[in-house]
């Protein structure tokens, strides 16, 4: 078969992911995570199951623009494939939007953004899925061009997960430029140029990760003063030692791609993982996030738990490791079955102190209803100690908790008014009977404060009140 074979080919062994910070001869124009070229970072959000023109399930993507007041629900775009210049049409099923990445592909100082519609019936393949990349331009997000799948035959669900970076001796055939790296239903990686001059790819595996699942989120690291880059790449399901799987569970597992080939270092199981400077010694620190109880992932937890790689961006060992879990002192709660205490995780500083600060999700806290974590960053490990949880039920936090919002399903930091304090971006796809909504929490000196919080429904968003919108499920950004 042509997957077996390229398994074989050396220079299939290709990765590629959204750096966090553009350095060396990658270096981005302007302010990364501008969609509008306005100075201001802006954020992404999906609504994969949202009803477009009676079409359920055809998925959205709205834009929220970063002011001097921070999001701004008034000032909005929201794209779907009926929109003016977006190839193809809304079909039911498409889920445009289940997987978005944002970065400037073309240098222009407006961000671009690819989106992953895996439920795409493609030239008679049901649910072979797509990928789209639309291009900020001063008029707007009218421009798009559709990136082929080079291998239809070999996966559906094409565009269920997404990177962006430039990664040498990952993805020889495009050494020195950014490639869209694209996940599958299968277990492997999908690559094309970003600036889609071929519309051709390589493939590669070598992950123990069972086929069936497939390869479930990616996640970049960018180095310092270098333009070789890092993936790490989660999927599930366990290798019977050869080529072939032995198809007992669907254990979660994480990987640190190395440059000489797929078969990279082994990380800490889980689904989600970020990259950020958590100590201020200019190297990044791994964190995993592991939201399975321990009958589904033996060695964690019950209820879930995060492990932080200190300084472990190189090579993927790490000078030291910590664990939190809601046991852990001073953190709000206790472990409980199905908590999913960090599905999401999210890096960022959000007080200002050169430190960033650890976001943490448990969508399944409290019936559901979910919560936040937040560990500010130290010269040490995370200050545990006097971590912070936020619900729907904290004070000066718009809305209430109720059973099924799932209130941190998505999480990401992103400064979106320029004071330099990040802000805490919270997703609850569940709100509202499924429709979703969005929560911002500004960063200040003493970190997250609920002090000119705001949120975003669904029909706030632009979306309209038809349906299970699902809108926050994803929440991405510079």
Known sequence: MRKRTLLMSATLLASGLTPLVAVGAEAVVGTPGDVNKDGYRDVVVSAPDATVAGHAKAGAVVVLYGTSRGIDPSRRTVVTQNSTGIPGAAESGDRFGAAVIVYDLNRDGYSDLVVGAPGEDVAGDDGGGSVTVVYGTASGLTKGKTVDDPWPSSHDAYGRTLAVGTYNGLNPVNDGKLSIAVGANDAEVTFVPADLSAQSGTSGNGY??????????????????????????????????????????????????????FEGTGLPAGTASAVGDLNGNGSPDLVIGNPEDPSQSPGT???????????????????????????????????????????????????KDGRADLVIGAPGENGSSGAVTVVRGTTGELDAAHARTWTQNSSGVPGGSETGDVFGAAVRVIDTNKDGYADLVVGAPGENGGAGALWSLRGSAASVTATGSTSVSASGAGLGSAGAARFAGVVTGP
């Open 208 to 261: 123990a990760f069972n086929p069936a699942y497939g390869i479930v989120a990616l996640t970049p690291i960018d180095l310092p003063n270098s333009d070789d880059d890092r993936l790490i790449v989660h999927g599930r399901g366990v290798s019977d030692g050869g080529w072939g799987y032995d198809g007992s569970g669907d254990d979660p597992n994480a990987y640190l791609a190395d440059p000489a080939g």
């Open 301 to 351: 937890s019950l209820g879930g738990q995060v492990t932080i790689y200190y300084d472990a961006g190189y090579s993927g060992s790490p000078s030291r490791v910590q664990t939190i879990t809601q046991d852990t002192p001073g953190v709000a709660g206790a472990g409980e079955a199905k908590d999913g205490f960090g599905a999401s995780v999210a890096i960022g500083d959000m007080d």
